[in-house]
């Protein structure tokens, strides 16, 4: 059963973007990127929601996140999936998020260093996959390690990007659609 989506949206009104900012703080209820440093971004508040509302979690679901960043993207799939593990391939961008999210009371999430467009093959697979960064073309690896009846949210594309949503039956087929149009930094 996925996630209530006015359970989202209640998390989404409560948590305090400000948090994961540094830099402009007093700017953190604006629905806009701001850089975190690194030529990294956190992500406008609704488009965070509205991909984390197009992932459907399930409150049993594995979920791997390829980006970290702020952190902020990765509270909403803590919040509702049994475990998370997330991917930065930036070191102090990793070790930042890793202490906010620790801060926030999160004891299910698992924190690596690396490059997110491998995936985490020790941990594979995952039930939901949560891109937050563009990708010229969807990594295989990711797509392989997609559970059956599993579902991967990632950005696709050159200057601007499409969200594609990649699914995946019980069979093992993938399918994919394509969705609003999005400008990411690149993955990594």
Known sequence: MFVDKNKVNEFYNKLDRS??????????RIDAPFSIGYGQTISQPSLVLYMTLLLELEEGSKVLEIG???GYQSAFLAEFSRELYTIEVIEPLYLKAKERLKKLGYENIKHK??????GWIEE????????????IAIPNALIEQLAPNGRMVIPVGEFWQRLVVVTKDEDGNVHYSDD???????LV
Do not use: Q
């Open 68 to 70: 970290t960043g702020s």
């Open 124 to 135: 594979a697979p995952f039930d939901r996959i949560m891109v937050t960064a563009a990708a």
């Open 113 to 118: 260093i690396g490059n997110g467009s491998l």
């Open 19 to 28: 948090f994961f900012m540094e830099d402009n703080k007093k700017f953190a």
């Open 180 to 186: 609003i149009a999005v400008r990411f930094v690149r």
